[in-house]
């Protein structure tokens, strides 16, 4: 058990039982008190955030973490297959801890995972990502005030707004956190 003054931006500790990341920390003293620790959890399990004060009387239980640099295999149900580039071990992810990012997982694409005590806890998303247009109406210039887009759907099934001289087979850059086209890779 170590004191909460050792508590880190990006460390994961143990509160209630669950794992959480280590979002901001202040340290806080005020007048004859004694101090305190003024933090913000995420839940790694289900992505909640809470804000926590821990007094230095306090003890935290820090988790042993682990970034590792795997390669999406393949789908199979809810087990997701990650290989290691490097010793071709194969760790399988449940589609629970992946949860809605499941759709942006291409094949033979490298994912950084986060492990605590050995077992995997979050896969982080790059901040963008090259698609594949699955499906393009043809677009149509008509009289347009401002940028005229259309809709398309990507292999993974998400629809977004592109400019009008996308088409089928084309492949588009696309920011992840909300969707929004960025240009052609």
Request: overall charge negative; charged content about 20%.
């Amino acid at each position: 058990m170590a004191s909460p003054t050792d508590i880190r931006k990006g460390r994961v500790i143990m509160y209630n039982g669950v794992p959480h990341v280590v979002m901001s920390m202040l340290h806080r003293t005020q007048g004859r008190q004694a101090g305190f620790v003024q933090t913000v959890l995420r839940n790694l399990q289900n992505g909640a955030s809470t804000a926590v004060k821990f007094r230095s009387t306090d003890s935290v239980e820090f988790c042993e973490t682990e970034n590792r640099q795997l390669e999406f295999s393949y789908a199979d149900g809810d087990q997701y297959h990650f290989i290691n580039p490097e010793t071709f071990e194969d760790d399988v992810i449940m589609k629970d801890t992946i949860g809605d990012d499941v759709k942006w997982l291409v094949d033979g694409k490298v994912y950084t995972v986060l492990f605590v005590d050995g077992n995997p806890v979050s896969v982080q998303m790059p901040s963008s990502i090259d698609m594949l247009v699955a499906e393009a109406a043809v677009g149509l210039r008509g009289d347009t005030s401002s940028a005229p887009t259309k809709s398309v759907t990507l292999a993974n099934g998400v629809s977004i707004q592109v400019p009008l001289f996308i088409k089928q087979g084309d492949i588009v850059k696309i920011r992840i956190e909300d969707c929004v086209y960025l240009g052609r890779a």
